[in-house]
């Protein structure tokens, strides 16, 4: 995520795959999250929020963070990385 470009901008999508009939859209400067059930909305908005914090803890932003501590600290809010099937 790590980027050499001035005045890239960086930003996390999360899409919620159930749903409830509600929609569901929350924004913030670096960030979109679409869908999901009142259940799931909630709990991407928290970890996204999570994420947000720690990397101002680090004094870093989306733009400059590396690829391997964003992924130590997606883990460390709850999040998984899913590897795709080999077939």
Same mark, same amino acid.
């Given at each position: +995520? ?5 005045? !890239?901008?960086? +930003?996390?999508?999360?899409?919620? =795959? ?6 569901? =859209? ?7 999250? #679409?869908?999901?059930? #009142? /259940? $799931?909305? %909630?709990?991407? $908005? ?5 994420? +947000?914090? *720690?990397?101002?803890? *680090?004094? *870093?932003?989306? /733009?400059?963070?590396?690829? %391997? /501590?964003? @992924?130590?600290? #997606?883990?460390?809010?709850?999040? *998984?990385?899913? !590897?795709? @099937?080999?077939?």
């Amino acid at each position: +995520m790590a980027n050499s470009k001035k005045g !890239q901008k960086a +930003m996390l999508l999360g899409i919620g =795959l159930d749903s409830d009939g509600h929609r569901r =859209l929350t924004a913030g400067p670096n960030f979109l999250l #679409a869908g999901g059930s #009142a /259940e $799931t909305h %909630e709990a991407m $908005t928290g970890k996204v929020i999570k994420i +947000m914090e *720690k990397l101002a803890a *680090k004094g *870093k932003t989306l /733009e400059t963070v590396s690829r %391997e /501590e964003f @992924d130590d600290i #997606a883990h460390d809010v709850g999040l *998984k990385r899913i !590897q795709p @099937d080999a077939n």
